[in-house]
């Protein structure tokens, strides 16, 4: 379909339906361009809280389309491709995160927000890239953690809670992919530039980052920090709203250990969204995010304690 018919249809139709777009950074242009609010996880939770539209369609992944739906239970919650999953989210089930509880009573248990509503249910807090050290520090000195499902998030807080967390063996595909020696040789020859990294990235390239946050927090630092080059590890959607925010300064994705170029940093699930997908799921209404009532409740109550901490 074309691509003007398509951005003229999805407007026409927002506005019949009282609909609101929200996208995630990771998202592809045509989407980021269209969407009413482009955020981090963090951001997109809380602006799905406080919306009062009646349709929220979530330009993100599974997991974050759930989100909405748990702080929403009386809206109709659309994506565009329900297969869009999260290597984090997916390599976390219920039945053996249940088995890992058991194996660790007595702990505090705290969840990266991509996971599923099973795993939040069984969650007492959970956090995203943007909270999760003041979420650590809520939690009294004398209790014993566990962190799920990311581990190189987790390896991360360990360092700069100085708590000791047990940590569910999860990991990002794609910022796992990031390689420190081609890292290190386009800093070599930009001995200048700054790299900013997210938390889902292994340690070693943590060690060498000047900046570590969540997606919005990467653009905030590089709006801000005056250097001219930046080395960007994280997922090369990020870029766009980037160039469009520091059209003067240089910005050089993380290169990853895979011999192609850029690509192999990209999300296949975010990537899995289109424009004329999100046309589709805006007027079938489809698919539609559904949870329980019970599920629901359960899986509500450590995000709503995020956000108060928030
Ligand atoms: P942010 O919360 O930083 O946007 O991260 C979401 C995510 O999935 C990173 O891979
Ligand atoms: Fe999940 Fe990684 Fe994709 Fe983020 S970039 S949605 S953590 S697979």
Known sequence: MNKDFLVQEILRLKQEKNAVILAHYYQNEDIQEIADFIGDSLELSKKAQNTDADIIVFAGVHFMAETAKILNPDKKVVLPDWEAGCSLADGCNPTDFKIFKEQHPDHVVVTYINCSAEIKAMSDLVCTSANAKKIIGSIPADKKIIFAPDQNLGNYLQKETKRDLVLWKGSCVVHEAFSLDKLIEIYTKNPT????????????????????????????????????????????????????????????????TEDNTCACSECAFMKMNTLEKLYLCLKNESPEMLITEELRAEALKPIERMLELS
């Open 193 to 256: 530039a700054k790299i900013a990294a997210h938390p889902e990235s292994e340690s070693h390239i943590l060690k060498v980052a000047h900046y570590i946050g969540s997606t919005s927090g990467i653009i905030n630092f590089i709006k801000t920090e005056p250097a001219a080059v930046f080395i960007v590890a994280t997922e090369a959607g990020i870029l766009h709203e980037l160039t469009k925010a520091v059209p003067e300064k240089t910005l050089i994705p993380a290169p990853s």
